[in-house]
């Protein structure tokens, strides 16, 4: 009976060991996720996501900013590219004259973070297209919130006011210079929380059609909440 119970204490002892090594490799994890930079999760971005960059480069190009601010860059698809904002948490690049990419690290309610990423293409007018990321690059269909920026007759509604002085009638003859419907999306910090802003765009006008076209647009943001978009 002796050895017996001196069996039990000892495996209850391993038992105990490994939860208390289990407990601090998972602290360590948290800790280490919280304190997770853009720039990481940039390094760490596989080359198939953006075939402008590889491993190399994307270190390349965060190390140069860091050092001058001055970061143009040959991308592999013989083009130059450059940071133009870099912060703990947001990451604004100038892939070429026409395209865009921002990169933002949203802090979950878990501890953990999500990557936001959003690409605009188009020069002047601007649309958008936005992606949300595990920090281990996995890519995930949920909006978190935000609406569906192909649904036009949504965009419409929800990114236009008609202003007091004009009438339903010239309202609705407005609305429609907005056609393809274009929306632009960009990431930004207001009061420490992370936001994303929307407006709508239309291309080819005029300078009187766009004087026009602004005097119905409406920009619409949403903050980060933790776990969504609200």
């Known amino acids: 009976p002796g050895r017996a119970s001196f069996r039990q204490a000892?495996?209850?002892?391993?038992?105990?060991k490994k939860s208390i090594i289990t407990l601090v490799c998972n602290m360590f994890s948290v800790v280490a996720m919280a304190q997770m930079t853009v720039s990481d999760a940039w390094k760490a971005m596989p080359d198939s996501i953006l075939p402008y960059f590889n491993s190399q480069l994307r270190g390349e190009i965060i190390d140069m900013y860091k050092i001058s601010h001055d970061s143009k860059t040959k991308n592999l698809l013989e083009g130059?590219?450059?940071?133009?904002?870099?912060?703990?948490?947001?990451?604004?690049?100038?892939l070429n004259p026409s395209t865009e990419m921002q990169l933002m690290l949203l802090p979950k309610t878990d501890s953990t973070n999500l990557i936001c990423m959003v690409r605009s293409?188009?020069?002047?007018?601007?649309?958008?297209?936005?992606?949300?990321?595990?920090?281990?690059w996995k890519k995930t269909e949920e909006r978190f919130g935000l609406p569906d920026l192909t649904n036009a007759p949504l965009m419409l509604d929800m990114l236009t006011e008609r202003p007091d002085t004009m009438s339903t009638e010239k309202f609705r003859e407005v609305k429609k210079l907005i056609e393809p419907v274009m929306v632009s999306a960009n990431l930004h910090v207001e009061d420490n929380e992370p936001v994303i802003s929307l407006s709508i765009n239309s291309p080819l006008l005029t300078k009187e059609e766009y004087l026009r076209l602004n005097a119905i647009k409406k920009q619409k943001s949403f903050k980060w909440k933790g776990d969504k978009f609200k």
């Open 10 to 16: 000892k495996k209850r002892k391993k038992t105990m």
């Open 80 to 94: 130059e590219s450059s940071v133009k904002t870099l912060t703990d948490t947001l990451l604004c690049l100038q």
């Open 121 to 136: 293409f188009g020069t002047p007018t601007m649309e958008s297209r936005i992606a949300f990321y595990s920090t281990d």
